[in-house]
Structure formats: structure tokens, C-alpha cells
């Protein structure tokens, strides 16, 4: 039987001795990883592009714009005059009348008004974030709900003292709520972030805020308000408590 012409290939060579060279095509060349000082520089373009884009962002907010002010501002107050009308105003502000006002009066003294940290409703933003370590050196309430147990724990670490603390009025997430849960969770990661709001609770005046309805319970769940003026009617020694400094 005559041989065919064609020769089988094994491995790109030939029976009869001949090789073939494959060589790899252009388009499945493996590219160069770039070197380390070009992937640092295109990260920094990133990143000044991004701060870019956020004063951007910035500069676009703070412009007024007087017909979005009013449209804002009617919200607003339809939203006042609804809960107002609520049943759950009507609750909080016979709360306030029977058992908070007497607190605020002792904290006031010769004071005729309070400091609200809202820079008199005005919401202007600190130039420097405190974390919350803001001395009350005059009657001053505190608007905290729903902040993270450190915030409320520095705001007691940078006022105790007697004297400061019994400036201070905080409306926020619940104290006893905190003590209850680390009672229950031992072991809790939130443990070292209260040892303040922990110790201040066995001379704290605490009044929760009676949630009646769930058209506010997100609002005001587990709020409180919280005076401290027992501290100096009972003369505490801050600086016996155990590992509070």
C-alpha cells in the first residue's frame, strides 16, 4: 500500500525531520504589569479628582436657592402643625409638664434659657469635629438621638465633673437600655465605649419618651431624657468610681 504524501506531525515536527516554528500571536502577548510609581500616580489623579468632585458636591449645596428654601420651609411647617395634632405631641408635652420641667428649672438656676447645641436652631456646622467632647460651661442640652454609645460616652468624659455635669441635659438613645443590654451581653464590642454612661447611671434622672404611636416610633424609640443635677445635690465623688477617669 503506498505511503501517503503527508507526513503526521508530533509536537510541531515532522517524521521526516522537518520542524515547524509556532511563534505566539500578538494579540495574546501577556502585558507588562506597570511599574509601581505609575499605579501610585494614577491612584493620586484619582483621588484629586475625586476631592474634586466632592467641592463640587459642596459648593452646589451651599449656594441658596430662595424657591427651594420656601418649598423646604412649607414642608416644614405642614410637618410641625401635623404633629402638633398628634396624639403622641399631646403625650410628650404633658410628659415634659409633669415630670421634665421641674429638672430643667433646677438646671437653669438664674440662667433665664437653655443652649441648645443647634447654635440657636440655626444648625451650623462645627468647623472642628469634637466627637462629642463638648464642655457644657452653661445650662446646655444635648439633641443626640440615635448616636453611637462613644459619642454620649466622650460627651460625659469631657464634662466629669460635678459642676458640668449638672449643666447638662441629654435627649438621646437610653442609658438604662445601654446598662440593660451589657447586662445581658457580657461580651459585647460596644463594652469599652460606656464605661462613662454606665457609671453616671446611678445618679442620672432618666425619663423615657412614651412612643403611642408608629407614625413616630422609628423618630423616638428607646429615647430619653437624661439630667444629671443629682451629682451635686448628693455630693458624688466622681473620682471613687472604678476605672472612670
Known sequence: MAAS????TVHGATLNGDWTVVLPRRGRQRRKAPKAGILEEKQEVEKVEKWKNVEKMYN??????????????????????KVGSS????????????????HFRWILGSEIKIQMVLEALGCSVISINEHGRREALKPTMFFMP???????NNLLH???KPELLSNMVIFGNSFETYE?????????PILNSMEHILAVRSFTDEFRIKTIS????????????????????????LSTLDGVI
Open 5 to 8: 504524501a503527508k507526513s503526521p
Open 158 to 160: 469631657a464634662n466629669w
Open 87 to 102: 396624639k403622641f405631641y399631646l403625650t410628650f408635652q404633658d410628659q415634659i409638664e409633669t415630670s421634665v420641667l421641674d
Open 60 to 81: 452646589q449645596d451651599s449656594q441658596t436657592d430662595p424657591l427651594r428654601e420656601t418649598k423646604l420651609m412649607q414642608k416644614v411647617e405642614k410637618c410641625i402643625t
Open 214 to 237: 408608629d407614625d413616630y416610633y422609628n423618630a423616638f424609640h428607646d429615647s430619653s431624657w437624661h439630667f444629671f443635677g443629682s451629682v451635686m445635690r448628693r455630693g458624688c465623688n
Open 146 to 152: 440615635h448616636c453611637e454609645a462613644k459619642l454620649y
Open 180 to 188: 440593660q443590654h451589657v447586662s445581658i451581653c457580657k461580651n459585647s
